[in-house]
């Protein structure tokens, strides 16, 4: 079946830095990619996403490129910010009436000023 | 703009109570959702409908229920709240036309004493 691993966290980086998350999936064939953000006492929103092979989403600075050599889909910006911090969920979707998505267990980041 | 509300947005309420927690949008979605979100952050579908009339099980068993009567309409049911009830619950939608891309309510925090 399906499924989404993001890598362990949680997360804590300085302002400015470098951030990489890693997401890999499992799944047959080309599904839709994901990245959804959830602030503080907030629900999901979605930060950015990619519905075929190569294609790069790319939102506030962040961005991620659909590799189906590797079936990653790795979340990358290159200077965070306090206002960043949040839980990041990798997920995959199936175009069609009856799909859903599935996500991976989320990530916590935390910068520091 | 995406429409999508909860009420309430906390709620604490003592063990053996029936609870309703709402949730509507107005963006005229067919496919909508409920998830339990725990402590660590993950979220577990536990009802999902593909439009009024429609309501299916989750990945997740729950003792809730739900009814879709009305496209934008999709409440959520506990008939004796426990602790175990305990959590964050966040309703969604989607439409298959614009990818699955699903948009998410800001959430119901319960705690059941």
């Known amino acids: 079946g399906n499924s989404v691993t993001q890598m362990e966290g949680p997360v804590t980086l300085s302002e400015e830095a470098f951030l990489t998350i890693n997401c890999t999936y499992t799944?047959?064939?080309?599904?839709?990619l994901f990245w959804y953000v959830q602030y503080p006492g907030e629900g999901l929103q979605l930060l950015l996403k990619?519905?075929?092979?190569?294609d790069k989403g790319s939102n506030k600075g962040f961005e991620a490129t659909y590799r189906k050599e590797t079936t990653s889909f790795h979340l990358e910006k290159g200077s965070v910010q306090v206002s960043d911090s949040a839980v990041y969920f990798c997920?995959?979707?199936?175009?069609?009436?009856?799909?859903?998505?599935?996500f991976g267990k989320g990530i916590t980041l935390s910068v520091r000023p | 703009e995406a429409d999508i509300y909860q009420t309430p947005r906390y709620l604490v309420i003592g063990t053996g109570k029936k609870i309703t927690l709402e949730c509507s949008q107005t963006?005229?979605?067919?496919?909508m959702y409920w998830y339990q979100q725990d402590p660590g952050m993950e979220l577990h579908l536990i009802h999902y409908?593909?439009?009024?009339?429609?309501?299916e099980k989750g990945d997740l068993s729950s003792e809730s229920t739900v009814s879709r009567i009305r496209t934008e309409h999709f409440p959520l049911t506990l008939e004796s709240a426990r602790p175990s009830h305990t959590s964050q619950y966040l309703c969604?939608?989607?439409?298959?036309?614009?990818?699955?891309?699903?948009?998410f309510g800001p959430g119901t925090r319960l705690t059941v004493l």
């Open positions: 969604a939608s989607s439409d298959p036309i614009t990818g699955n891309e699903q948009f």
């Open positions: 799944a047959t064939g080309y599904p839709s």
């Open positions: 990619a519905t075929k092979a190569d």
């Open positions: 997920a995959l979707s199936w175009t069609g009436a009856n799909s859903k998505l599935t």
């Open positions: 963006m005229g979605h067919d496919k």
């Open positions: 409908s593909y439009g009024v009339n429609s309501t």
